[in-house]
């Protein structure tokens, strides 16, 4: 076997090399920015065997779009370094989309409450933590850290938010680290996101919680817009009125070219924080 490793992702030398290969890696922006380029079709794929998403949630919407135009269902998976591959969708059967799939064989998932530990049934959000031989030993020479990642009977703590459906497929929910306290309310980014790139004319989205002085962290949406597209801040509010409870909504909205990301391809919200710490504190 052979493989193409490229610098960056450009979506016409991908499309150009699509004829050559049987399967490919990307994150969700990848599928999200081929779809935008009109070479992508049944006929440039056909080659392919498989294609498959991973480093981030793939949109429910993205996944459909993709296999109406292609003909194939991507097929999300989670892991992570300290683990390898934990969930997989199956190669054959549903690969339902906005889900991660199920264990893989010899590997336990499960979900609980980041305070007490108590596992939580079907449905509830919590804490996924996992447990197998994919699972590392801990962390080199950080024997501190190794033992507040792992619970007393051996699982790993992950710092991913998920739940678990009742037909056993996994939800990734978000980071516990991105997760946004406004008003005593918690709010998890992945769903005010999905909202936001639901909208005609947004590319893609990162919300984060920046400090404010009446509700502790400040709902902040960073856009990033379609070529072409014109929208404004206020569009975009008004727009989520009626698709999002009042207190998930953003207090702001600021339009980037761009949202920075690491060399697995995934937002690197910390950034993005530190760069609008100031947003909603008084001028000294």
């Known amino acids: 076997a052979s493989m193409f490793l490229l610098p960056k992702f450009e979506p016409e030398e991908i499309l150009s090399l699509m004829p050559r290969a049987t399967l490919m890696m990307g994150v969700p ?23 498959i998403s991973g480093s981030a949630p793939l949109l429910a919407e993205t ?8 003909g194939h269902a991507i097929l999300e998976r989670y892991g992570m370094t300290e683990t390898n591959m934990n969930t997989s969708n ?25 305070a007490t530990g108590e596992t939580l049934g079907p449905g509830k959000t919590g804490m996924i933590e996992i447990k197998g031989p994919n ?3 801990g962390y080199w020479r950080m024997p501190e850290k190794t033992a ?3 619970t007393k009977d051996g ?20 980071r516990d680290k991105d997760l946004v306290i406004s008003g005593g309310y918690n709010i998890y980014p992945k769903e005010v996101e999905g909202e ?14 920046i400090a404010h002085p009446d509700f502790g962290e400040g709902v902040t949406a960073i856009v990033v817009l379609k070529p072409g597209a014109a ?36 937002v690197q919200k910390n950034l993005l924080r530190d760069r609008f710490k100031s947003l909603y504190m008084p001028a000294s």
Do not use: C
């Open 231 to 266: 929208m404004d801040e206020k569009a975009v509010l008004n727009a989520l009125r009626d698709r999002l409870a009042r207190y998930k909504q953003p207090k702001r909205v600021i339009f980037a070219e761009d949202l920075p990301r690491n060399t697995m391809g995934k």
């Open 148 to 150: 507040a990642e792992f």
């Open 135 to 137: 699972v590392f030993r």
């Open 90 to 114: 199956p190669y054959d059967g549903e690969r339902r989309a906005g889900t991660v799939g199920f264990p893989l064989p010899g590997v336990s998932v499960r979900v609980t409450d980041p």
């Open 196 to 209: 936001i790139d639901r909208l005609d004319g947004v590319a893609e989205s990162a919300v984060i919680g």
């Open 63 to 70: 996944h459909a779009a993709f296999k109406q135009r292609t």
């Open 29 to 51: 922006t990848f599928y999200v920015r081929l779809l935008q380029h009109e070479g992508l079709n049944r006929e440039t794929v056909a080659n392919i065997r498989l294609f």
């Open 155 to 174: 699982y790993f703590i992950s710092g991913d938010l998920g739940k678990i459906d009742e037909a056993g497929y996994l939800h990734i929910v978000g």
